[in-house]
């Protein structure tokens, strides 16, 4: 591990303006192009690191969650957007980006989450992992509980609703269809002693997560305008 390093330091004064730039110009043509709102971003811990834990639906998620906060969020990328550095990968960066290697449970991009939350800098994952399909949430990874244990940071779990009726896995076009991001409260860190008991709260940990973004996943999505799950 190279520490400290591009994806793990605190944003420069110039990082975080063009931070603050490219999320206002987002955020407004999120805005206006599908009426994005978000709710209960109270929940949202206004100082210090936490994690964000997104559903994931569509490539426009990593645009709409900057709704939750004003702050520089830090986003696992796959690292592939790095490939051969150069201007693209400086701007990455520059964003807060960090590389994580896709399909693998890649502890060198774990550890670096874990720097980052030590820095003071929130962190989103989103734990479905790649993007997925259908109103379900599908199986979780262990990996916001999993720096959860390591750090002691809240985890903020966030529903999205009608990204993916706006831009599906694999559109070619972006569809005006109403987004609804519902945040939910944060579930906190509970100390556990021992190698064992620590393992067993991590994996009941991703289960509640699971329950409860589903719930707030079934909310977005009803508040968005799109089909919920059938009871």
């Known amino acids: ?24 110009v987002l955020v407004g043509l999120c805005r206006l192009w599908f009426r994005v709102r978000a709710s209960s971003t109270e929940h949202v811990p206004a100082s210090g690191p936490y994690i964000l834990a997104p559903v994931h639906r569509s490539n426009l998620d990593f645009a709409l969650v900057l709704v939750c906060s004003k ?3 830090r986003y696992l990328a796959k690292d592939s957007l790095w490939k051969g550095g150069g201007f693209w990968a400086k701007v990455f960066t520059a964003l807060g980006g960090i590389p994580v290697a896709r399909g693998t449970a890649d502890r060198e991009a774990l550890r670096t989450c874990v720097e980052v939350i030590e820095a003071g800098e929130p962190l989103v994952i989103f734990p479905e992992g790649t993007r997925q399909l259908g109103p379900e949430v599908q199986d979780l990874f262990d990996g916001p509980a999993f720096v959860q244990s390591r750090t002691g940071v809240p985890i903020v779990p966030v529903g999205i609703g009608g990204s993916e009726a706006a831009m599906p896995k694999g559109a070619k076009f972006i569809k005006p269809h109403k987004v609804t991001v519902v945040v939910g409260p944060a579930l906190p860190f509970e100390e556990h002693e021992g190698s064992k008991a620590k393992r067993a709260a991590i994996r009941a940990r991703t289960a509640e997560l699971h329950t409860v973004l589903q719930g707030l996943f079934d909310e977005a999505q009803r508040r968005a305008g799109t089909p919920n799950r059938s009871r």
């Open 71 to 73: 702050r520089r969020l």
């Open 1 to 24: 591990m190279t520490a400290p390093n591009d994806h793990t330091r605190p944003g420069t004064r110039g990082e975080l303006l063009f931070y603050a730039v490219v999320r206002a």
